[in-house]
């Protein structure tokens, strides 16, 4: 399909998008991964394998090939026509495939954190940060679910790329079914707020554990990013989660979920 096309259906959406994130991404300042890292405090690798990159001036996501088609990327304000992304780091959504769904970017001195892409061909409530890793936990027999896509992240950086996010704090059933295909269970990591506790009441799972983060702090990320203790201890309790999960097999039925909260 030549670039200058009409998109006629989500795999040609899909397969443009990639090619024009990478291309993004190829074009883009490397040097401010490292400046992430160190203001994230997450291994300059989790960033680099999660394909993150950096946009400064919103004139540098108008590359002349894609001009014809840029709107329907979804990366273009559908009120005032320009650029969404300013002065942000741009994180790809993927499919299962590894094809990029959508593009989210993140401001930590913006009001508003998370800028979503506004693609007619994203369902956001339908689809998970990470995709491209449920093989895995269907591989291993568990997942990882957080509420936010930096929670994931830091999560992925403890050493469990098998770790998703829901992009929003709303009700999934078809993202919580993905889950419950996992034999053993799910880890749920909710927010230690009132968004945290509505997101949970909607990550129903056959068997599970939550882990609810040490009560001086909002969200893993955060509890993560404090010192080199609170990342053992984290992982040791995600660890002993897994140990607990990995006893049984739910076989598609209700059965035990445990809540614990992390201590330090």
Request: net charge neutral; hydrophobic share 35%.
């Amino acid at each position: 399909m030549s670039i200058t096309d009409n998109l006629k259906n989500i795999d040609e959406y899909k397969d443009l998008l990639t090619k024009y994130t990478n291309d993004l991404r190829n074009r883009s300042d490397k040097s401010m991964l490292e400046y992430f890292s160190t203001l994230r405090d997450i291994p300059i690798e989790t960033i680099e394998e999660s394909d993150i990159f950096y946009i400064k001036d919103a004139t540098e996501m108008l590359l002349p090939s894609y001009l014809s088609v840029i709107e329907d990327l979804g990366v273009i304000s559908p009120t005032n026509k320009k650029p969404i992304f300013h002065n942000r780091f741009v994180i790809p959504i993927k499919d299962s495939d590894g094809k990029v769904l959508n593009l989210v970017g993140y401001s930590k001195e913006a009001n508003e954190r998370y800028v979503y892409g506004t693609s007619k061909y994203y369902r956001r409530r339908e689809t998970m940060y990470g995709l491209e890793n449920l093989h895995l936990a269907y591989e291993l027999g568990y997942g990882i679910l957080t509420e936010g896509i930096t929670d994931t992240i830091r999560v992925r950086s403890l050493g469990f790329k098998n770790c998703f996010a829901n992009c929003g704090t709303h009700k999934s059933e078809f993202i919580m079914k993905q889950l419950n295909r996992c034999r053993y269970g799910v880890i749920k990591i909710p927010d230690r707020d009132s968004a945290g506790q509505r997101a949970l009441k909607g990550w129903v799972s056959y068997r599970g554990v939550v882990l609810n983060t040490f009560i001086a702090y909002k969200d893993v990320d955060e509890m993560c990013k404090e010192n080199e203790f609170n990342k053992a201890a984290v992982t040791d309790y995600i660890q002993q989660s897994i140990e607990w999960l990995k006893k049984e097999e739910h076989r598609g039925h209700f059965c035990e979920n445990q809540v614990a909260t992390m201590m330090i």
